[in-house]
T-cell receptor, first 116, second 113 residues
Framework: GAVVSQHPSRVICKSGTSVKIECRSLDFQATTMFWYRQFPKQSLMLMATSNEGSKATYEQGVEKDKFLINHASLTLSTLTVTSAHPEDSSFYIC????????????FGSGTRLTVV | KNQVEQSPQSLIILEGKNCTLQCNYTVSPFSNLRWYKQDTGRGPVSLTI?????NTKSNGRYTATLDADTKQSSLHITASQLSDSASYIC????????????FGAGTRLAVHP
């Protein structure tokens, strides 16, 4: 089945630094990937839609200059949290759609970001 | 307003017992409904996906039902195991593109020995 690899699984960084999270579709091509944020005991909140070869589409309230998304190939999307602050600490999850499976979404395993 | 509501919010059961989780939605136009299992600190894993014409689908000990008329779905877990302890998320997809998933808040299930 479709597999989405997300890396790193955990990262701790200092305030003011930037962190990059990678999301790869391992056995399929994904023209569209999605980035979510999840706070403790809450469900996933869509942050942005990542489109291969074009600019990402951000949800209302998500700062595009703070959460940089790059989807340079059909198998890789990256999310960079710039100038991280403690309030950016959260669980970030990506997902991708394998169009050959119809309307099938596959999620990555998530990245726990802690900003100290 | 497109919404997905799940109940109960949390549930504790003993190992070996059955349980049923509920999902009500007001998403329109409806495309499909999915149930995901999310272990703590992990990404969601798909259990079932049902379209408008399907009213039941099984995946091992998990059986999902869908009543598109009343806009209700349930996830039944049979003979629960300790490894079933997780959050179960109901997700409804709207027609009209990939970025149309509406997430429920999830039900946190704890299976105790």
């Amino acid at each position: 089945g479709a597999v989405v690899s997300q890396h790193p699984s955990r990262v701790i960084c200092k305030s003011g630094t930037s962190v990059k999270i990678e999301c790869r579709s391992l056995d399929f091509q994904a023209t569209t990937m999605f980035w979510y944020r999840q706070f403790p005991k809450q469900s996933l909140m869509l942050m942005a839609t990542s489109n291969e070869g074009s600019k990402a589409t951000y949800e209302q309230g998500v700062e595009k200059d703070k959460f940089l998304i790059n989807h340079a190939s059909l198998t890789l999307s990256t999310l960079t949290v710039t100038s991280a602050h403690p309030e950016d600490s959260s669980f970030y999850i990506c997902s991708a759609v394998d169009s050959s499976l119809g309307d099938g979404y596959t999620f990555g395993s998530g990245t726990r970001l802690t900003v100290v | 307003k497109n919404q997905v509501e799940q109940s109960p919010q949390s549930l504790i059961i003993l190992e070996g017992k059955n349980c049923t989780l509920q999902c009500n939605y007001t998403v329109s136009p409806f495309s499909n409904l999915r149930w995901y299992k999310q272990d703590t600190g992990r990404g969601p894993v798909s259990l079932t996906i049902m379209t408008f014409s399907e009213n039941t689908k099984s995946n091992g000990r998990y059986t999902a039902t869908l009543d598109a008329d009343t806009k209700q779905s349930s996830l039944h877990i049979t003979a629960s195991q300790l490894s079933d302890s997780a959050s179960y998320i109901c997700v409804v997809s709207r027609q009209g593109g990939y970025n149309k998933l509406i997430f429920g808040a999830g039900t946190r299930l704890a299976v105790h020995p």
